[in-house]
């Protein structure tokens, strides 16, 4: 039976993300991931261009699906604080439930690749920023903290971010949603 391209694809960024949800795991190549997946690197190249296109590949299905949840959380909840609250829980459940994504996100598998890699991953990071920072806006002025939507938005951005960084450091032991609550409730926010 053969794949369709897609679906060969999605099973290429699958293998790639589980790859990279491994403890400690070094830079990944295309050979280890060709071998992993059991073809030769000149199917994944059927598939990509190369391994910044998998990697820009893999950032795409993360911004897609962080939107998404975003978004919906954005239609169904109108009362901006507990959307905030909510879009926050969702970023850090996010990286709770797919860890290899989480090194993408803290651009920890990005330091050896392409730097278009790390200036696509900066923009993802602005743009949930900025959504942030729309919720906040809508929160005013229930919820002090966003007085200042921008600084908002960029506090818990860096929050949000450095509760993925502490997950990856830790080999995925420090939950992401760990006291969350009581950590944003000590920032002004409280969740639903």
């Given at each position: ?143 002090a903290l966003a007085a200042d939507p921008q600084l908002a938005g960029g506090l818990l951005m860096h929050w949000v971010s450095g509760r993925?960084?502490?997950y990856a450091q830790t080999s995925w032991q420090a939950l992401p949603t760990a006291r969350h609550a009581e950590e944003l409730a000590l ?6």
């Open positions: 039976m053969t794949l369709r391209s897609g679906t060969r694809q999605a099973l290429i960024l699958e293998t790639l993300a589980a790859m990279l949800a491994q403890p400690h795991a070094a830079r990944i190549t295309t050979a280890a991931l060709a071998d992993k997946m059991g073809v030769s690197e000149a199917a994944l190249y059927r598939h990509f261009s190369g391994k910044a296109a998998i990697y820009m590949a893999l950032l795409d299905s993360i911004e897609a699906q962080l939107f998404e949840d975003l978004g919906h959380i954005a239609a169904a909840e109108d009362q901006g604080a507990r959307r905030l609250g909510r879009q926050v829980h969702a970023l850090l459940l996010f990286a709770e439930r797919h860890p290899g994504r989480t090194r993408m996100l803290t651009g920890d598998a990005l330091v050896t690749e392409d730097w278009q890699l790390q200036v696509r991953l900066g923009a993802l990071i602005d743009a949930i920023q900025a959504e942030l920072a729309a919720s906040a806006q809508a929160a005013h002025p229930d919820l993925w960084l502490r920032m002004g926010l409280r969740l639903p």
